[in-house]
């Protein structure tokens, strides 16, 4: 075969007017001893080094070898910057900016890692991290000191700056971190620094009292990541406060943009990864204001504060209501990923609940919220009863407790703080086991029907107790579809008449309890707020479901395996195993008949259903209503529940009767997770076609 001739310049070729020496040779006659298709590595040299390796010169009109995101040797006009100096001296508000960005950085990872923004991509685009070996003060060569001046002292590089290094857990790229360094001594070396600064009088008070709060601020943040929140909460909200007035002290002087040619402008080089051992294509993230920074940092310490405050709050219902109120309010945003965990390791680490508590305490503590009495207390109801029938259903209350220990409550209330999708998934996956205890209990009263006890005792309603529960967790679940966009326009007609079944369940449950559990209690107070609260949410999801069901699609082909599909948990397998059949589980078989029913009800009324459930959430509102266990965060309880009358006055266009229903655009109805993760607003107020 002829060769082929390509008439490349040679300018254009890599090297281009050097005196290269040609190993062509060399390679023909290495490649000679080789089998077709075999490869030759150097040591720790992969293939994806050598195709990264690859850099296509930049005046050049022949395309890229490869995949672009591969190709990442490829330096276009852009991407080029002048060597990186570490030994440069810096001014005290260029160190302040720098400070800033890296902040920057370090918020992205820490609180987006989850959307893949790793070490490589964020916190080593700072070029110091790479140059720590040579930043070392005890080590620096004389003739780099003499381009030090007072304004710009050598202390802020080697001190100040090099103090700024953290360690950091991740994809570290071969990059050495110091991450064997205890942090105290990287505290003690931030506090070193900063008390070189309270000396230094030679640089303006303004930006050494700036550059000081900065580095208070790093060092209170690593001590909050270090301290026991149970083993000195007033010192943990110490640490809280502090950080709060340097962050105030960074906003009131922000640090300015470096001006050419500063050298803090080469601090970042955000296209690092292509010098990096990693596997990670290259990407460079968009670097939002710095006032951003501030805001997330402000958030995080919100975060701290409220583990610490529920570290004290020895209770299952307020940190089940805590965990409901994140997900569900928009402000302040879902707490971040580290966050989430911390809180999960709070409430248990594996051993001790809230760093105190036994397992059994829960058992105690979730009848005793319900009820208004302990477990330990329903036994006692027990106690004269016959041999046989006392040794019978002690053996199923044990039954009972033990799957509520194992399996169900440590794990629901640490499901709270799982990411919204995982969350959905938890409560899916618990549902099971709640109604294991609930046909465990419902066996334990049914053997109790023959006994002297009184049909109002307490212990009759035993197996209400999960029962609740777990009808909150089916509502939780049709809900957050609606907030994770699951449901179709198709679906979200029956999902809406699915839960308003789930809530008329759970508002027969409470009528039961409201009778037998002590007035004045604080089960007895969450009992009525969760009656007012349930019954605006089936008010209002009745409402939304009669003025959309028209976009239901009937064909069975159609509709069957969209509801198999969507509610495969209620058909596990599982169930056919328990005696007491399932309560709460969705029924396709009854919609079409209900739909033919409300069109002949002529006395119903959307528009007037909504305004009966804004009423209801107004009451609680006006009276400051907010149950028996929200604790400290009433208000913000009370905060949702002005939200969903805010969405009862969006939704005031609904059709006013039945009759409407035909002449009602049900395209005017928009659902938008930004404006209530539930329940859609009527876009068109008047609601009707012309």
Same mark, same amino acid.
């Given at each position: 075969?002829?060769?082929?001739?390509?008439?490349?310049?040679?300018?254009?070729?890599?090297?281009?007017?050097?005196?290269?020496?040609?190993?062509?040779?060399?390679?023909?006659?290495?490649?000679?001893?080789?089998?077709?298709?075999?490869?030759?590595?150097?040591?720790?040299?992969?293939?994806?080094?050598?195709?990264?390796?690859?850099? &296509?010169?930049?005046?050049?009109?022949?395309?890229?070898?490869?995949?672009?995101?591969?190709?990442?040797?490829?330096?276009?006009?852009?991407?080029?910057?002048?060597?990186?100096?570490?030994?440069?001296?810096?001014?005290?508000?260029?160190?302040?900016?720098?400070?800033?960005?890296?902040?920057?950085?370090?918020?992205?990872?820490?609180?987006?890692?989850?959307?893949?923004?790793?070490?490589?991509?964020?916190?080593?685009?700072?070029?110091?991290?790479?140059?720590?070996?040579?930043?070392?003060?005890?080590?620096?060569?004389?003739?780099?000191?003499?381009?030090?001046?007072?304004? +710009?002292?050598?202390?802020?590089?080697?001190?100040?700056?090099?103090?700024?290094?953290?360690?950091? $857990?991740?994809?570290?790229?071969?990059?050495?971190?110091?991450?064997?360094?205890?942090?105290?001594?990287?505290?003690?070396?931030?506090?070193?620094?900063?008390?070189?600064? =309270?000396?230094?009088?030679?640089?303006?008070?303004?930006?050494?009292?700036?550059?000081?709060?900065?580095?208070?601020?790093?060092?209170?943040?690593?001590?909050?990541?270090?301290?026991?929140?149970?083993?000195?909460?007033?010192?943990?909200?110490?640490?809280?406060?502090?950080?709060?007035?340097?962050?105030?002290?960074?906003?009131?002087?922000?640090?300015?943009?470096?001006?050419?040619?500063?050298?803090?402008?080469?601090?970042?080089?955000?296209?690092?990864?292509?010098?990096?051992?990693?596997?990670?294509?290259?990407?460079?993230?968009?670097?939002?204001?710095?006032?951003?920074?501030?805001?997330?940092?402000? +958030?995080?310490?919100?975060?701290?504060?409220?583990?610490?405050?529920?570290? $004290?709050?020895?209770?299952?219902?307020?940190?089940?209501? &805590?965990?409901?109120? +994140?997900?569900?309010?928009?402000?302040?945003?879902?707490?971040?990923?580290?966050?989430?965990?911390?809180? =999960?390791?709070?409430?248990?680490?594996?051993?001790?609940?809230?760093?105190?508590?036994?397992?059994?305490?829960?058992?105690?503590?979730?009848?005793?919220?319900?009820?208004?009495?302990?477990?330990?207390?329903?036994?006692?109801?027990?106690?004269?009863?016959?041999?046989?029938?006392?040794?019978?259903?002690?053996?199923?209350?044990?039954?009972?407790?033990?799957?509520?220990?194992?399996?169900?409550?440590?794990?629901?209330?640490?499901?709270?703080?799982?990411?919204?999708?995982?969350?959905?998934?938890?409560?899916?996956?618990?549902?099971?086991?709640?109604?294991?205890?609930?046909?465990?209990?419902?066996?334990?009263?049914?053997?109790?029907?023959?006994?002297?006890?009184?049909?109002?005792?307490?212990?009759?309603?035993?197996?209400?107790?999960?029962?609740?529960?777990?009808?909150?967790?089916?509502?939780?679940?049709?809900?957050?579809?609606?907030?994770?966009?699951?449901?179709?326009?198709?679906?979200?007609?029956?999902?809406?008449?699915?839960?308003?079944?789930?809530?008329?369940?759970?508002?027969?449950?409470?009528?039961?309890?409201?009778?037998?559990?002590?007035?004045?209690?604080?089960?007895?107070?969450?009992?009525?707020?969760?009656?007012?609260?349930?019954?605006?949410? =089936?008010?209002?999801?009745?409402?939304?479901?009669?003025?959309?069901? &028209?976009?239901?699609?009937?064909?069975?082909?159609?509709?069957?395996?969209?509801?198999?599909?969507?509610?495969?948990?209620?058909?596990?397998?599982?169930?056919?195993?328990?005696?007491?059949?399932?309560?709460?589980?969705?029924?396709?078989? +009854?919609?079409?008949?209900?739909?033919?029913?409300?069109?002949?009800?002529?006395?119903?009324?959307?528009?007037?259903?909504?305004?009966?459930?804004?009423?209801?959430?107004?009451?609680?509102?006006?009276?400051?209503?907010?149950?028996?266990?929200?604790?400290?965060?009433?208000?913000?309880?009370?905060?949702?529940?002005?939200?969903?009358?805010?969405?009862?006055?969006?939704?005031?266009?609904?059709?006013?009767?039945?009759?409407?229903?035909?002449?009602?655009?049900?395209?005017?109805?928009?659902?938008?997770? =930004?404006?209530?993760?539930?329940?859609?607003?009527?876009?068109?107020?008047?609601?009707?076609?012309?």
């Amino acid at each position: 075969m002829d060769p082929i001739i390509v008439d490349i310049p040679e300018e254009v070729f890599p090297g281009a007017g050097f005196d290269f020496e040609d190993v062509t040779d060399v390679f023909r006659e290495a490649a000679a001893v080789m089998e077709p298709g075999s490869f030759v590595f150097m040591d720790d040299l992969t293939l994806y080094d050598a195709m990264g390796a690859f850099e &296509v010169p930049r005046r050049t009109k022949y395309p890229k070898i490869g995949e672009p995101r591969l190709d990442s040797g490829l330096i276009l006009e852009n991407q080029a910057a002048p060597q990186f100096d570490p030994n440069a001296p810096l001014l005290p508000q260029e160190l302040c900016w720098i400070m800033d960005r890296a902040f920057t950085y370090e918020i992205r990872v820490k609180m987006e890692w989850h959307s893949g923004n790793p070490l490589c991509h964020s916190v080593f685009t700072l070029l110091y991290i790479h140059a720590l070996a040579g930043m070392d003060p005890e080590f620096v060569d004389t003739h780099v000191l003499t381009s030090f001046s007072p304004s +710009r002292p050598p202390e802020l590089v080697y001190y100040v700056l090099r103090s700024w290094m953290e360690d950091w $857990q991740g994809d570290k790229c071969d990059i050495s971190l110091l991450e064997g360094t205890p942090v105290k001594f990287i505290i003690s070396k931030l506090q070193e620094a900063s008390a070189w600064l =309270q000396r230094a009088t030679h640089i303006p008070v303004l930006w050494r009292n700036a550059l000081r709060a900065r580095m208070t601020l790093r060092t209170t943040i690593l001590q909050l990541m270090q301290v026991d929140v149970f083993s000195n909460p007033p010192d943990h909200q110490n640490l809280i406060d502090r950080a709060r007035e340097q962050l105030m002290l960074i906003r009131s002087h922000p640090s300015p943009q470096p001006e050419t040619p500063s050298p803090a402008l080469h601090a970042f080089d955000p296209y690092i990864a292509r010098l990096l051992k990693t596997n990670v294509p290259l990407r460079v993230l968009s670097i939002p204001p710095t006032e951003d920074t501030w805001k997330a940092i402000d +958030r995080l310490l919100d975060g701290w504060q409220e583990a610490c405050l529920l570290a $004290q709050a020895h209770c299952l219902s307020t940190w089940e209501i &805590v965990g409901n109120i +994140r997900v569900w309010l928009p402000d302040p945003p879902l707490r971040i990923p580290y966050l989430r965990s911390y809180m =999960q390791s709070t409430f248990y680490d594996g051993l001790m609940i809230l760093n105190k508590f036994s397992l059994s305490w829960m058992v105690d503590r979730i009848f005793f919220e319900t009820l208004g009495v302990s477990y330990m207390d329903t036994v006692k109801f027990i106690a004269p009863l016959q041999a046989d029938q006392l040794s019978s259903v002690e053996n199923l209350l044990y039954k009972a407790r033990l799957i509520c220990l194992m399996k169900l409550i440590a794990p629901h209330i640490r499901g709270q703080w799982f990411n919204p999708p995982r969350r959905r998934r938890h409560l899916v996956n618990s549902l099971l086991n709640w109604h294991r205890v609930y046909d465990t209990l419902t066996e334990m009263t049914a053997s109790l029907e023959d006994t002297p006890l009184p049909k109002a005792s307490l212990i009759m309603h035993l197996p209400k107790v999960p029962l609740v529960w777990r009808l909150s967790a089916i509502r939780e679940i049709v809900f957050s579809g609606f907030q994770l966009e699951l449901f179709s326009l198709e679906e979200r007609p029956f999902a809406y008449y699915y839960v308003s079944q789930v809530i008329e369940e759970h508002l027969s449950c409470l009528d039961d309890l409201l009778v037998v559990v002590a007035k004045g209690s604080s089960a007895h107070r969450e009992l009525r707020f969760q009656h007012s609260f349930l019954t605006a949410l =089936q008010l209002m999801s009745v409402a939304t479901f009669v003025s959309c069901m &028209v976009t239901l699609n009937f064909n069975s082909s159609r509709m069957r395996p969209t509801f198999f599909r969507r509610y495969k948990w209620a058909f596990q397998p599982e169930y056919n195993d328990i005696d007491t059949p399932a309560v709460g589980h969705p029924e396709l078989c +009854r919609l079409l008949s209900l739909c033919a029913d409300i069109y002949l009800d002529h006395s119903f009324s959307p528009s007037a259903t909504v305004g009966m459930a804004r009423d209801i959430l107004m009451n609680l509102v006006s009276a400051r209503f907010s149950g028996g266990w929200s604790s400290l965060w009433a208000t913000d309880r009370l905060e949702f529940v002005k939200g969903l009358i805010d969405v009862c006055d969006r939704l005031h266009g609904l059709p006013s009767n039945v009759a409407d229903l035909n002449n009602f655009n049900v395209k005017t109805l928009k659902w938008d997770i =930004q404006v209530h993760p539930w329940f859609p607003f009527v876009d068109n107020p008047v609601g009707t076609v012309p």
